[in-house]
Nanobody, 116 residues
């Protein structure tokens, strides 16, 4: 059984910063890609940022230059540093990981609220 647990969400004023973390636990051989998605009320879940095993990253256009995704393989953890937050960044943020031989798993989400 694999579990992903996010942390770091909360309420922040526009222009502020938050750092999200997601830790994987359980039995697995390794982790390929790690990433973050978000879902605002009434909208679909969209990709925010991803990082592969080689450290290559990709970002949604709306967060480029403001968000940074990183990973610590020794800790089975992916991070999302979010700077210059905007009210439109308000959403539930979900961690996503692709495990070797185990497939894809999702966290339960952490709420980020940016006030204007």
């Amino acid at each position: 059984q694999v579990q992903l647990v996010e942390s770091g969400g909360g309420l922040v004023q526009a222009g502020g910063s938050l750092r999200l973390s997601c830790v994987a636990s359980g039995s697995f051989f390794g982790i390929n890609t790690m990433g973050w998605y978000r879902q605002a009320p009434g909208k679909q879940r969209d990709m925010v940022a991803g990082i592969d095993g080689a450290g290559n990253t990709n970002y949604a256009d709306s967060v480029k230059g403001r968000f940074t995704v990183s990973r610590d393989n020794a800790k089975n953890t992916v991070y999302l540093q979010m700077n210059s937050l905007k009210p439109e960044d308000t959403a539930v943020y979900y961690c996503n990981m692709h495990f070797v031989f185990r497939g894809e798993y999702w966290g339960k989400g952490t709420l980020v609220t940016v006030s204007s």
